[in-house]
T-cell receptor
Framework: EDQVTQSPEALRLQEGESSSLNCSYT??????LFWYRQDPGKGPEFLFT???AGEEKEKERLKATLTKKESFLHITAPKPEDSATYLC???????????FGSGTRLSIRP | DAGITQSPRHKVTETGTPVTLRCHQT?????MYWYRQDPGHGLRLIHY???????DKGEVSDGYSVSRSKTEDFLLTLESATSSQTSVYFC???????????FGPGTRLTVL
């Protein structure tokens, strides 16, 4: 069974304190790895797609990277508005399904 | 904005009643999905569709059925709602050229 696991479940940082979120996944059959941001009461908002090991994508204070068995979302000098739940998801070729992790709740204190 | 709307946005119903949630897209995407999101479980796939009248089950399909008679509409039906189906339901489309999923705003369903 394909699985996507995120850690930590929750992370509290001080404004400006950089950190990383982890996403590990079932390697076999993975076609793509996605990162989303979700604010309370809203649907997930697409951030990045990564397709191959070594690939990196950046957007403002966020950078997503992909290795052969895990992905990281690096947050540099975060601001309170970066507070949200961050989800990763794997697209698997076996059934064209997208499997989501449970998310990391990120809280940035001013 | 991927042109996805969901209706209703909020619904309260009683155990045993049928409920239908609607997802509408304006961009003619082939793939559409229904998820439920619950605390501690994240997003779980209920059903998905890969074309008109082509649907398949996800990991939590028991108690749910779907229909897709037009490209733009994907309906999720709870034939006889139970309290365990209280959840937030999200519809999504997948852009076939980029594999990216885009989500609707969600429907909050409460079954009393």
């Amino acid at each position: 069974e394909d699985q996507v696991t995120q850690s930590p479940e929750a992370l509290r940082l001080q404004e400006g304190e950089s950190s990383s979120l982890n996403c590990s996944y079932t390697v076999s059959g993975l076609r793509g790895l996605f990162w989303y941001r979700q604010d309370p009461g809203k649907g997930p908002e697409f951030l990045f797609t990564l397709y191959s090991a070594g690939e990196e994508k950046e957007k403002e204070r966020l950078k997503a990277t992909l290795t052969k068995k895990e992905s990281f979302l690096h947050i540099t000098a975060p601001k309170p508005e970066d507070s949200a739940t961050y989800l990763c998801a794997g697209l698997y070729s076996s059934a064209s399904k997208i499997i989501f992790g449970s998310g990391t709740r990120l809280s940035i204190r001013p | 904005d991927a042109g996805i709307t969901q209706s209703p946005r909020h619904k309260v119903t009683e155990t045993g009643t049928p409920v239908t949630l609607r997802c509408h897209q304006t961009e003619n995407h082939r793939y559409m999905y229904w998820y439920r999101q619950d605390p501690g479980h994240g997003l779980r796939l209920i059903h998905y569709s890969y074309g008109v009248k082509d649907t398949d089950k996800g990991e939590v399909s028991d108690g749910y059925s779907v229909s897709r008679s037009k490209t733009e509409d994907f309906l999720l039906t709870l034939e006889s709602a139970t309290s365990s189906q209280t959840s937030v339901y999200f519809c999504a489309i997948r852009d076939g050229s980029t594999d990216t999923q885009y989500f609707g705003p969600g429907t909050r369903l409460t079954v009393l």
